[in-house]
């Protein structure tokens, strides 16, 4: 039991780690090939994004972990649950996406500012993107209540951020960096295809 403990807690720190180099990674491409101001307005979304995820998490994953590590299987209540929270999920993520919107066309900074023109189309991008975090951890919270816990954190520690990778030299090759409003488009573009 204790090797497996030490085995499973080793295989999560090299995961995270990996996943921490991989998403500095993605921040530096972004920087060197899209410039500073579009990280900028990238990293505040993300942000605020993963802060309107806790509005739309709610406490689902949890109950969905719960309920899988106390039977061991994936049964009714569990796909009960994994229902509810996708269904709760949607609506919470539509309101924090019209807020977003309300927001940028209100604000007079200057990240509102730079997303007022692509705003109809990022907006949209972030809404797929809060509820696809959802799903996705919920998904984890039940590979992790059948105790394959490095199992559950690989696509979000590995896959997701080399997609993104992939994704955003992919696009800057294919087109190159031409306006801040096309490039913003594309990085949340390619955020929503990894997420």
Request: glycine share 8%.
């Amino acid at each position: 039991m204790l090797r497996a403990l030490v085995r499973q807690a080793g295989t999560i720190a090299l995961l995270r780690g990996l996943g921490i180099g991989l998403s500095v990674c993605v921040t530096v491409v972004i920087a060197r090939l899209y410039g500073p101001e579009a990280l900028g307005v990238y990293a505040y979304c993300v942000t605020v994004t993963a802060l309107a995820g806790v509005l739309v998490s709610n406490g689902w994953s949890t109950l969905l972990l719960r309920r899988v590590s106390s039977t061991g299987t994936f049964d009714s209540t569990a796909r009960a649950i994994l229902r509810s929270g996708g269904m709760v999920a949607l609506p919470v993520a539509l309101l924090s996406g019209l807020a977003g919107f309300a927001a940028i066309m209100i604000a007079d900074v200057e990240i509102a500012l730079t997303l007022r023109p692509v705003a109809i189309s990022v907006i949209p991008m972030l809404i797929l993107v809060l509820f696809s975090d959802q799903i996705s951890a919920m998904r984890m919270a039940s590979i992790r209540g059948i105790d394959r816990p490095a199992l559950a954190q690989m696509p979000e520690m590995l896959v997701r951020p080399l997609v993104l990778l992939a994704g955003i030299v992919s696009l800057f090759v294919a087109f190159g960096s031409e306006n801040a409003g096309r490039d913003l488009t594309f990085l949340f573009a390619e955020l929503v295809a990894a997420s």
